[in-house]
């Protein structure tokens, strides 16, 4: 396993990740044997939460790591709402630890943040005393967030110097955060990478993606990975996995590959740039034009021909179109036109909508 070092913690992160929230819900024994094989394999860090899996990702991590987490980078999460107060936080960081089964932290993330809840964590009385606390009484090593707020509002809150690791969406296809990723970078914030195979998606074949990193890629997960590893402020890639399979794949492919150098990265940045120009080109996914009242889904038919067309996802494209329900599909279009003035990219819906319909009929 290759590891990084994760922002200025002084620790060193496994380059592949757990996210536990995709654990098997119903094969404890089989939740068990994927952490220890990962921790076998030298993955270090295991993203963890009380209410992923119905309430089971603690309980089905904690049958894995059989109480270890010295030497981990095991972490928790919880969110911060109006009513929470140092005391009902600390309540909360005690309780994931006791399902965990451990008596230390490496990490604790403040989850689902935003920056209009930056008052409620650091208000007097709120929840990040009872992080401070935990700190200084050794419960805790370090504090990050995550969540899913806008770019710029993440950047301001890797600028407040509060957290030690930001995580984040990022992939190929998805790259809103490239801007708050390089400022942690700049600060000496760890950054994690959620969804380095946007949900599974880029784990279809796309030749387009694997060609895209120079020397190739075996698969559209390598080049997944390899793109937002080779990202010099990224940590570590954070993939959720439930098989066995599934985590000897992504562990061969974090083993296996080099950083791209800093030309190639380029290179590779400036073919990306050039596939969201098209991708503009065609819809933003914004929304705007929505809803139709005749049912069709228009983002939605727009995106799977945009994954096809830009990005080659040829047979997931089709995949998705065939299991979009009847109504939202590109053919439910009566061309009435009132979709059109609503679109502030004055795209032809209509007429993009045909060629949805006649890639896919
Ligand atoms: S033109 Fe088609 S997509 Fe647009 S509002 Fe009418 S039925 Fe819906
Ligand atoms: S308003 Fe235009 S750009 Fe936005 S989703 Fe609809 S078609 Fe796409």
Known sequence: MKY??????????????MGCMRLPADNPDLAAQIIDEAIAAGVNYFETTRGYIEGK?????????KGRSRGLIVSGKAKVIVETTADSYRREIELQMSILGVDYLEFFQVGWFTLDRLEMLTRKGGALEALRKAQNEGLIGHIGFTGHDKPEHFTRLVETGIFDSVTMPYSLIDRRYESTIKRAGELGVGVVAMCPVAGGLLAAPSATLQKLIPGGAATTAAAALRFVLSNPAVSSACSGMNTLEQL????????????LRPSEWAQVQAILNEFQ??????CTTCGYCMPCPHGVDIPGNFKIYIYDHVFGLRSWARNQYEKM???????GCTGCGECEPKCPNNIPIREQLQMVQKQYR
Do not use: M, Y
């Not at 329900?325 to 053919?331: F, L, N, P, Q």
């Open 4 to 17: 990084r070092p994760l922002g200025k913690t002084g620790l060193q992160v496994s380059a592949l990740a």
């Open 57 to 65: 990702c603690q309980h089905l991590t904690a049958g894995g790591l």
């Open 248 to 259: 000897r794949e992504n562990v061969a492919t974090a083993n296996r590959f080099d950083n």
């Open 277 to 282: 120009t098209i991708q503009k080109r065609f």
């Open 325 to 331: 329900e009847a109504g939202k599909r590109a053919d």
